[in-house]
C-alpha cells in the first residue's frame, strides 16, 4: 500500500548514532534538477522519519495519498524512510531527495548549506509539521530511581549522576538548558545511541537520559526507565518542519503550494478525536518494533486534555523565536554545528503556507491533539 523505499529494520538501530553533519562540511555544486514546468506531472521524493512522533503528519500523508489530491495528475511520490534528519539534510544536499520532515535542528543545519563561494544545495524551512513542550523533551531515569515530588527534586537527582543523550539533538539541547537552569552538573554527559541507552540502563551504568518519542514510551512502557519531567515542567518547546529544495520551490510554485495543501490535510485529519484509532494504525503500518500501545502513548499520553502536541503549520511568532534560540544554541557548540548565530534572513519561506491558510480562512495553530490516555 505504501511507496516506502527504505525498510527500517529494528527499533533498536532506528537511533544509530548519527549527530548532525557540520555546516562546514558542503559539497561541491550539484547539477540543478529539473522538475519540469507547472502543471506537469512530477516525481517527488520526500525523506520523512517514520519513528519521530512530531513529523507524523508526513506518515499520515503518506498513508492515507493526500497529496494524489493536489499533485498534477500523473505524478508520483517516493517516501524514503529515515534513521534521522541529518540523513534527510544529506539526501537533500545531494539532491536525492526533495524535501524532507525532520526535527528542528537538521532543518536549521540544513538551511546553511547553500554556501555560494563553495558550492551547497539551497534548502528552505516551508512549513512546520508540529510543535509540542513533550516530544523531544522527555527526562528519563533509571527503573531503580527513587520516586520524586516534582521534576525539580527529580533534576536535582541528577547532578553527579551518569547521563545520556544524542548530542547536538533536540534531546541534549533540552537537557543542556534545563540543567543550566537548575545549577545541575551531571558526573558523565555521554553520547550514545538508542541500543547502547538500552543496555547501560539495564546493566545500571546510566542514570538518566533525555531522548524523543516515540523511543522515550518504548523506554518507559519496556520496563526500562521511567519518565519524570519533559518540557512542559521547563516551558521548553520543541518542534518538528518541513524543508524544501530552492530549486523546487523556484521551478514549481504549483508543487510547492500542492504539497503543503495536502500537509495540512493530513494536519487536520490527525486533529480529529474522531480519526485516533486509524491514525494509529497508518502509524503502525510504517514503523517498525512498536506495539500499538507505544505508538498511543507517545502520541496521545499524557493528562487528560492538556496539549500533546500542537499543528502550527507556519512559522509564527511563537515557532520564529524558537527558531531563532535553536540556533544561537547550534552555534554555541564547541564543534560550531552552524555557522552562525542566526539563520540568513530567506532561511524560512513559509508564504505559501501562510497563502493557503488565509485561502480556507484558518489560523495557526490549525489544531492540537490533546492528551487522552487508555
Not at 97 to 121: N, S
Not at 130 to 156: K, W, Y
Request: glycine share 6%; proline share 5%.
Amino acid at each position: 500500500m505504501y511507496n516506502t523505499t527504505t525498510k527500517l529494520r529494528k527499533i533498536a538501530t532506528v537511533l544509530v548514532s548519527t549527530v548532525i553533519l557540520t555546516a562546514t562540511v558542503t559539497p561541491a555544486a550539484v547539477a540543478r534538477v529539473d522538475f519540469g514546468k507547472p502543471g506537469d506531472p512530477v516525481h517527488l521524493v520526500v525523506g520523512y522519519q517514520p519513528h519521530y512522533t512530531e513529523a507524523w503528519s508526513a506518515v499520515v500523508n503518506n498513508g492515507k495519498q493526500f497529496w494524489k489530491k493536489y499533485l498534477p495528475a500523473g505524478s508520483t511520490v517516493d517516501f524514503q524512510a529515515a534513521q534521522q534528519g541529518p540523513v534527510i539534510i544529506r539526501a537533500m544536499t545531494e539532491e536525492k531527495q526533495h524535501l524532507g520532515y525532520m526535527g528542528d535542528m537538521p532543518a536549521i543545519e540544513g538551511t546553511f548549506r547553500y554556501l555560494k563561494p563553495r558550492g551547497g544545495v539551497d534548502i528552505r524551512i516551508v512549513a512546520v509539521s508540529g510543535t509540542s513542550q513533550q516530544m523531544c523533551n522527555n527526562f528519563l531515569v533509571r527503573q531503580d530511581a527513587p520516586s520524586f515530588q516534582n521534576s525539580q527534586e527529580a533534576l536535582q537527582w541528577m547532578n553527579g549522576k551518569v547521563f545520556t543523550t544524542l548530542l547536538s539533538t533536540c534531546s541534549d539541547r533540552f537537557a543542556r538548558l534545563a540543567f543550566q537552569a537548575s545549577g545541575i552538573k551531571p558526573k558523565e554527559y555521554l553520547n550514545q545511541s538508542f541500543d547502547l541507552m538500552v543496555g547501560s540502563f539495564r546493566s545500571g551504568t546510566i542514570d538518566a537520559t533525555t531522548i524523543w518519542e516515540p523511543i522515550a514510551s518504548k523506554l518507559v512502557t519496556a520496563g526500562v526507565a521511567k519518565r519524570v519531567a519533559t518540557g512542559k515542567d521547563f516551558e521548553m518547546m520543541d518542534g518538528a518542519l518541513i524543508v524544501m529544495l530552492n530549486d523546487l520551490i523556484e521551478q514549481r510554485p504549483d508543487i510547492h503550494k500542492a504539497w503543503l495543501q495536502s500537509e495540512l490535510e493530513a494536519q487536520l485529519f490527525m486533529a480529529n478525536p474522531a480519526h485516533e484509532e486509524e491514525v494509529i494504525d497508518l502509524i503502525k503500518q510504517q514503523t517498525e518494533g512498536l506495539d500499538k500501545d507505544v505508538l498511543r502513548e507517545a502520541l496521545y499520553g499524557g493528562q487528560p486534555g492538556e496539549v500533546k502536541l500542537q499543528f502550527d503549520f507556519i512559522v509564527n511568532d511563537k515557532v520564529r523565536k524558537f527558531l531563532d534560540e535553536a540556533t544561537a544554541f547550534l552555534n554555541s557548540l564547541p564543534k560550531k554545528v552552524v555557522a552562525a548565530s542566526k539563520m540568513r534572513d530567506d532561511a524560512v519561506m513559509d508564504e505559501v503556507a501562510r497563502q493557503i491558510l488565509k485561502e480556507r480562512g484558518l489560523t495557526s495553530p490549525v489544531g492540537v491533539i490533546k492528551g487522552s490516555p487508555k
